[in-house]
């Protein structure tokens, strides 16, 4: 690898956990995400994206067109006046051609600083914690030896709030677009004088020379984004909004000396207002809140202190996994990048990225579960709110809605139900989180089906629920009904459509479907073992051994009727007939029943593990990670559904979907494959991609949902990036698999499964608020077993460090062998 090729667009700047774009025009927009808790922001390298507050369907504050041309239009933008040049700090979306550029991504901020003809432009964007504000600091430098006097205009278009609305309402919506302006600030108002209670605001810390309120006035009636009138002008128009589209812009005069700095701080807000506080007069909106919201940030000091509170914050976080290696690119992965994708996935689930609109898709059931295992180390007061939330959707069969919106935290169908493996996922994120808390009391809860607070049971009880929905769904084979689809929701085996108008996924299933899903089976099996250690744990024995011999019967279904010979089954039809066998013509092998079955150690003494993932390294995976199956679909089958609807290699039909390839890893350490699991690990996670940054497209500092496989025409290019359960189940395969420092109910494991080439290496965890500094050293060139453990100088029984009391530290020494 040349540097050339790892700096062609940026660079990883460790020491700061940023991500320094050097070129603006990236291969696709390179995004991050400000804002953790109510408030949050979408802001790519040339300043586009948008906010909202919660929810980004249902309050979005400013506007943005997906799949527009050029793509990531519309955003937060800047433009400045200098003389007779006209530019942008972000390079879009004037698109002048900048003297200098850089945009750094880093942990809930970016900054991005253009620099042109002997001045620079560099603003912070950020959120302060637990603030409904959006902070962009504007700093301009005068890099030259005369006076500059410059104009500076900002533009935000503001969004009717509900963003699917937004763009398909127009006959009511050029129609109802209301703003105010006060002093510095403008507000926005839609809708506010009938039945919504909020409102949002676009403030600058100095006095303004000018403003605009309405697009077609600031841009000017045939122009785009990238030739507004009131730029080429110079001076604002004071237009008003009524209707059509209103925005916010401000319009200032700058006179800057040789060598003076000048801050400029804009804030963007989300307020709401008590019914009988919401007018300061007929008409007029109550600013109070607003007004002490922008005082709180209107000076560089007090800028400074939030940001500092910022970094202060992600400090914390971050110092809870530290791994250190001889491998930079093995330490950013787990200390910074892959954690911090974490916290974005927890936060958004699948609603709101640029390949996910925000609008169709909220909380998931089974995702917001798979990505709280990744995040709960970090804030597990918010991962136990979360799963609370989530067994408030489940229904009492123990069945589920497949997704929420997270304003109302109430289950929805927009997308389909009946996905059978949704309950088992709910088992899994609470066995997880009583083992990173021992918080038990969580499991006492009185939670709601269906939120219906006279419909309740305790959260042990939800629990119960999951399991026996499995065992109550059995097909004639004995293995779990797969209903609309398993987690491959493109897997749509009862559905059968030939409507091209129809979702597979909310289209009904064909009645009496027969169809049975080994991945489920195989996943019944592990977090069903999962359920049975926490029975046992809190001395339910008659309910451990009730579900263990559900759990034993399942893994005789599956060696009887889930084995193909050299690979675990896919799946049954709807006719009965095998998916993912020798027999067939196309996709003779899938990775998801792999996957589970392997992480369960279903068939481990037979030899079906190693057999399985044998097959897997033989037939599925490739250069750039394991595809989905093999060979791909060449045509659409009926009877599987969306699967066969894309092209070889991309997505679910031969295409490498990165969620599932950590499913592997683990697989290959229960066998005590630390090689090949670490082989696996380095082929998808963004830090060894270094080469590839061109090809994949997307950002080289997260993971992608999708990577297209060897039989794609263009192999190797990455998809839906951020949003995807990839990272929480990489994070959980390279730090408890891998590098083995994993979570029990009575403290800390340490197992490794390392490649045999590995020495040693240390580990620093914070683990019920004792600080554990591991130090694992591998003198005979082992993959796996440890042969000591020694904690402060004495040796320890097995490889479960102690408790301690909470605060202090404690070293160990680990030496496998």
Known sequence: MSIQAERQYGYFDDAHREYVITEPKTPY?????????????????????????????????????????????????????????????????????????????????????????????????????????????????????????????????????????????????????????????????????????????????????????????????????????????????????????????????????????????????????????????????NKSKARDMIDRFNSVDQVHLAFRELKDYWDHLLNK????????????????????????????????????????????????????????????????????????????????????????????????GNFNDDPMWLVQAVTVYLKETGDFSILDESVPFDNDENNCATLFEHLGRSFNFVTRNLGEHGLPLIGRADWNDCLNLNCFSMEPNESFQTTENREGGRAESVMIAGQFVLFGNDYVELCRYRDQHEEAERASGHIDAMIEAIKKHGWDGEWFLRAYDAFGKKIGTHEAEESKIFIESQGFC???????????????????????????????????????YVEYGEISTYPQGYKENGGIFCHNNPWIMIGETVQGNGDRAFEYYTKIAPA??????????????????????????????????????????????????????????DGLQVDPCIPKAWTHYSVVRQFRDVTYHIDIFNPKSVSKGVTSVVVDGEPITGNILPMFEPGTEHRVTVTMG
Not at 80 to 86: E, F, H, L, Q, T
Not at 703 to 732: C, D, F, R
């Open 29 to 285: 927009p390179w995004i991050n995400y400000l804002g953790d808790t109510a408030f949050f922001s979408l802001l790519s390298n040339t300043g586009g994206g948008y906010s909202f507050y919660k929810d980004a369907k249902f309050r979005r504050l400013t506007r943005y067109r997906y799949n527009n041309v050029p793509v990531d239009t519309g955003g937060k933008y800047f433009y400045i006046k200098d003389g007779d040049v006209a530019w942008s700090p972000g390079w879009k979306p004037m698109r002048t051609p900048l003297d200098k550029y850089e945009c750094r991504h880093g942990m809930g901020y970016s900054r991005i600083t253009g620099e042109k003809n002997g001045l620079r432009s560099s603003v912070l964007f950020f959120v302060p914690r637990n603030e409904d504000i959006e902070i962009q600091q504007m700093t301009l430098t005068n890099l030259s030896d005369e006076i500059k006097t410059i104009k500076v205009f900002s533009l935000v278009e503001w969004c009717l709030w509900n963003a699917e609305d937004d763009m398909t309402n127009f006959q009511r919506n050029f129609s109802t677009g209301q703003v105010e302006v006060k002093d510095s600030v403008i507000y926005h108002k839609t809708e506010y004088r009938e039945r919504r209670n909020h409102y949002a605001f676009y403030s600058v810390n100095q006095k303004v020379d000018g403003f605009d309120t309405d697009r077609d006035g600031f841009l000017g009636e045939h122009n785009g984004f990238d030739t507004p009138a009131v730029v080429d002008k110079g001076e604002s128009n004071y237009s008003i909004a009524h209707g059509w589209s209103p925005v916010a812009s401000h319009y200032l005069e700058i006179i800057l000396a040789p060598g003076e700095v000048k801050e400029l701080i804009f804030t963007l807000g989300y307020v709401e207002m008590p019914e009988d506080q919401k007018w300061e007069e007929p008409g007029i909106i």
């Open 321 to 416: 996994y530290i791994v250190t290696t001889d491998d930079p690119r093995l330490n950013r992965g787990v200390n910074i990048w892959n954690q911090y994708q974490n916290m974005v996935t927890f936060n958004m689930s699948r609603s709101a990225s640029y390949f996910e609109s925000g609008i169709g898709r909220g909380m998931g059931f089974r995702d917001s579960n798979q990505d709280l295992i990744g995040f709960v180390h970090l804030v597990p007061e918010r991962a136990r709110q979360r799963i609370l939330d989530i067994a408030a959707t489940q229904f009492e069969d123990g069945s589920a809605y497949h997704q929420y919106q997270p304003l109302t935290k109430r289950g929805n169908a927009a997308i389909g």
């Open 688 to 745: 060894y991609q270094d080469d590839k940054v061109r090809l994949h497209k997307t950002e080289p500092y997260v993971y992608a949902q999708m990577i297209a496989g060897k039989e794609a025409a263009t192999p190797g290019q990455a998809k839906n990036s951020w949003l995807t359960g990839t990272a929480a189940w990489n994070y959980v395969a390279i730090t408890q698999a891998i590098l083995g420092i994993k979570p029990q109910y």
């Open 598 to 636: 392997t992480m369960a150690g279903v068939g481990l003494k037979e030899g079906l593990v190693s057999k399985s993932l044998d097959s897997v390294n033989k037939y599925l995976a490739c250069d750039y990670g394991i595809v989905l199956n093999y060979p791909a679909f060449t045509r659409y």
